[in-house]
């Protein structure tokens, strides 16, 4: 059983390129979400989703979008790369009522 | 936005020894769960609360619940070297799909 699967481990981009982080589920979950870890600072959440083709804005959005057209699946975009975005990036789902999450193993992602 | 306030940020233990932290928030919080992260790892649930009051125990692990539902605490028993990493509290409030989380806690357990 795979869990939540997140693709690519670690990434290296330019400010100003574009990249989609991804993030499939295989545990049927309705709850999905994106995190960012900067040091010290624990998870803040960017975007979540309560099922296919439902998004909303979490604490941190500004810079990345998101879509979830089906339940398994649910990509982080960032169009604009900045220094900001240097961080590493967690993707969880939960089932129920969205309180045990799952978390995918991160991408770190830095942007140079 | 809603923060959870952990404490001790970091804590420097002889395998062996006990260790206790806690996380307190301003509002009520309905689910209170505690997650370990390995370095280069994702967080991985350890113990959830959803009672006030209620005492759950996951091996040397014992969770608390607070009475007040503000607050929550976690208790590690006899450390063992493999008890390394970064522990955070998570809440979740009546109505809300989302989870806040602490800012973690620092374990280094010294063989």
């Known amino acids: 059983n795979a869990g939540v699967t997140q693709t690519p481990k670690f990434r290296i981009l330019k400010i100003g390129q574009s990249m989609t982080l991804q993030c499939t589920q295989d545990?049927?979950?309705?709850?999905m979400y994106w995190y960012r870890q900067d040091p010290g600072m624990g998870l803040k959440l960017i975007y979540y989703?309560?099922?296919?083709?439902?998004?909303d804005k979490g604490e941190v959005p500004n810079g990345y979008n998101v879509s979830r057209s089906t339940t398994e699946d649910f990509p982080l975009r960032l169009e604009l790369a900045a220094p900001s975005q240097t961080s590493v990036y967690f993707c969880?789902?939960?089932?129920?009522?969205?309180?045990?999450?799952?978390f995918g193993q991160g991408t770190r992602l830095t942007v140079v | 936005g809603q923060q959870l306030n952990q404490s001790p940020q970091s804590m420097f233990i002889q395998e062996g020894e006990d260790v206790s932290m806690n996380c307190t928030s301003s509002?009520?919080?309905?689910?209170w769960l505690w997650y370990k992260q390995d370095p280069g790892e994702g967080p991985v649930l350890l113990i959830a609360?959803?009672?006030?009051?209620e005492l759950t125990s996951n091996g040397r692990l014992t969770a608390q619940f607070g009475i007040t539902r503000k607050d929550s605490f976690l208790n590690i028993s006899a450390s063992i070297p493999s008890d390394v990493g970064i522990y955070f509290c998570?809440?979740?409030?009546?109505?809300?799909?989302?989870?806040?989380f602490g800012k973690g806690m620092k374990l280094t357990v010294n063989p």
């Open positions: 969880a789902s939960a089932g129920a009522s969205g309180t045990e999450a799952f």
């Open positions: 545990m049927n979950h309705n709850y």
């Open positions: 989703s309560v099922g296919a083709g439902i998004t």
């Open positions: 509002s009520i919080f309905n689910t």
């Open positions: 609360l959803y009672k006030a009051g």
């Open positions: 998570a809440g979740q409030q009546g109505g809300s799909e989302k989870l806040v």
